[in-house]
């Protein structure tokens, strides 16, 4: 396992477990799973509802809280400098953990940036008094970070956006390194192309891209082992989803080979600029119906 270190000297383990979608009942057992084949970074929200299951996935385990990088994120109907320490609270209340290892906010929110700012000016603080080790946003546009940027201190540690071939956000990636902050890929190996939602299923899969198989087939590899070395081996965390233990543990299975320059241009060409969720910029009334309970 390799580790990144953040702009804050803190590392970070380049894979993690995601949890989006992975249903409250089955989330334990995937947590414990990916901890028990070596994984020791798990990636959840307040929004995801399954951060109870996760702090249950991880005493399950018997892996030492200390050992496992906890990252959540908090829901924009928490946002506000108030509401986000308290959300805090909810989500450590939740996972079962005093502290946190990285807390993001999970979007910006254009209409009402003002109040993104007071959420994160509640993580600033958050930090400074040892709550969390790290904190940083996701689905930041390059705008979004310089208006950020301009009206708090702390340079956030990372923006976590979505990122698979078919969508490789060169702006973002280059706003992202111009502020010392750690790009993490969403849907890494394409989820968002493929898994089932209100997006309908006509869309084109990137796991079955044929540029992705060939290059698997070379290495004995899957298009989903291709896709997670592609993003490591630019530096990228990738925080891959499943519940399913053998698909667990293949996407851990990704430091026994090495892309050469020629296919990792062939996989960067594949990007076609169009995004699969939700655009940052366009106001979402259907975020804030999202309650987040108490612990
Ligand atoms: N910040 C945000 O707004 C945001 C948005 C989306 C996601 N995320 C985070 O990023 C994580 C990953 O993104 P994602 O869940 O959207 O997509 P993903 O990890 O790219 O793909 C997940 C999908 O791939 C399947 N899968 C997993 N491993 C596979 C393999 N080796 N071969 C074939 N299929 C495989 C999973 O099904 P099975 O479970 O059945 O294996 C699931 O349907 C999330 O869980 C979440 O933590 C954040």
Redesign the pocket.
């Known amino acids: 396992m390799i580790d990144l270190t953040l702009n804050n000297g803190v590392t970070l383990p380049t894979i993690g477990l995601?949890?989006?979608?992975?249903p409250p009942e089955e989330t334990a057992a995937a947590v414990d799973s990916a901890l028990r084949v070596g994984y020791r970074h798990i990636?959840?929200?307040a929004a995801?509802g399954n951060e109870r299951e996760v702090g249950e996935g991880l005493r399950r385990s018997g892996v030492d809280r200390d050992d496992v990088f906890l990252e959540t994120?908090v829901w924009v109907t928490d946002y506000g400098y108030d509401q986000t320490l308290h959300a805090f609270d909810k989500a450590t209340g939740k996972l079962g953990v005093s502290t946190l290892d990285l807390l993001i906010l999970?979007?910006p929110i254009p209409s009402r940036f003002e109040t993104t700012i007071a959420a994160y000016k509640a993580l600033e603080t958050l930090l400074s008094d040892g709550k969390v080790r790290a904190i940083g946003v996701?689905?930041f546009l390059p705008h979004h970070l310089d208006r950020l940027l301009q009206e708090t201190d702390v340079i956030p540690a990372v923006n976590?956006v979505?990122l698979?071939p078919y969508f490789t956000q060169p702006e973002v990636r280059r706003a992202d390194a111009a502020h010392g902050i750690l790009t993490q890929a969403?849907?890494?190996?394409?989820?968002?192309t493929?898994?089932p939602g209100p997006w309908g299923d006509e869309r084109r899969s990137v796991?079955d891209d044929t540029t992705l198989t060939e290059i698997a087939r070379a290495h004995g590899k899957?298009p989903?082992?291709v896709m997670l070395r592609w993003g490591i081996q630019a530096g990228r965390s990738v925080?891959?989803?499943?519940?399913?233990p053998a698909?667990i543990a293949?996407?851990f299975d990704v430091f026994d080979f090495e892309l050469d320059g020629e296919q990792v241009a062939r996989i960067d060409a594949l990007d076609t600029g169009v995004r699969g969720?939700p655009d940052p910029d366009e106001p979402r009334e259907a975020f804030f119906a999202r309650e987040i309970p108490e612990a």
């Open positions: 995601g949890v989006f979608q992975s990636d959840t929200a995801y994120k999970h979007q996701s689905n976590q979505e698979h969403w849907s890494p190996i394409g989820g968002i493929f898994y796991m899957t989903a082992q925080i891959p989803k499943s519940t399913n698909r293949e996407n969720g």
